[in-house]
Antibody, heavy 122, light 107 residues
């Protein structure tokens, strides 16, 4: 069964760091484009980042709101996606979802994890 | 960045009603438009991709149309399990911006 399971969320002080993990099963992370999407409490969905598959060059892109602070990466041996979040701010408080992105030019998120909550507060 | 808007922000409807939600992009996105359904406390679920293609396993009462800047999601006969929030997302360019969502609740 194909599945994504996020972990690593929690309470962190402003200016702190956190690393989120997204473990995949049933498919290979490195062969797929993968995204992070977040949702602040009571708000809508916000696209955070995408990392393209190894076959497509493996480039990563970020929303302006997180550029320079967040880094997406993969560990192919663990079939896991990561989001390293530094210099966290109160406005980064959200549920963070990882998602598989369907390729072939469609780029729709066709599988989502259950989400992990990040709270940035003193 | 491409901006996405949706209308209405919310709507109240009854089981069996035909429901239409509109999504508009700030510039042409051709047909790179996806629709998601989200229920409270749950992850979003892909319904429609490439403006009009039905995701596998999604009931045929859901349909999408449009191209360029204007798109619609239609639910032909609303069912109890369809009460949720619906988001559009453009995937023409990075960042893949989402619309603000449309909440569909029970009249």
């Amino acid at each position: 069964e194909e599945q994504l399971v996020e972990s690593g969320g929690g309470l962190v002080q402003p200016g702190g760091s956190l690393r989120l993990s997204c473990a995949a099963s049933g498919f290979t992370v490195s062969s797929n484009h993968m995204s992070w999407v977040r949702q602040a409490p009571g708000k809508g969905l916000e696209w955070v980042s995408v990392i393209y598959s190894d076959g497509s060059g493996g480039s990563a892109y970020y929303a302006d709101s997180v550029k320079g602070r967040f880094t997406v990466s993969r560990d192919n041996s663990k079939n896991t996606l990561y989001l390293q979040m530094n210099s966290l701010r109160a406005e980064d408080t959200a549920v963070y979802y990882c998602a598989r992105v369907r390729g072939g030019g469609i780029d729709a998120c066709d599988m989502w994890g259950q989400g992990t909550m990040v709270t940035v507060s003193a | 960045d491409i901006q996405m808007t949706q209308s209405p922000t919310s709507l109240s409807a009854s089981v069996g009603d035909r429901v239409t939600i509109t999504c508009r992009a700030s510039q042409s996105i051709i047909t790179y438009l996806n629709w998601y359904q989200q229920k409270p406390g749950k992850a979003p679920k892909l319904l429609i991709y490439a403006a009009s293609s039905l995701e596998s396993g999604v009931p045929s009462r859901f349909s999408g149309s449009g191209s360029g800047t204007d798109f619609t999601l239609t639910i032909s006969s609303l069912q109890p399990e369809d009460f949720a929030t619906y988001y559009c997302q453009q995937s023409n360019t990075t960042p893949g911006t989402f619309g603000p969502g449309t909440k569909v609740d029970i009249k």
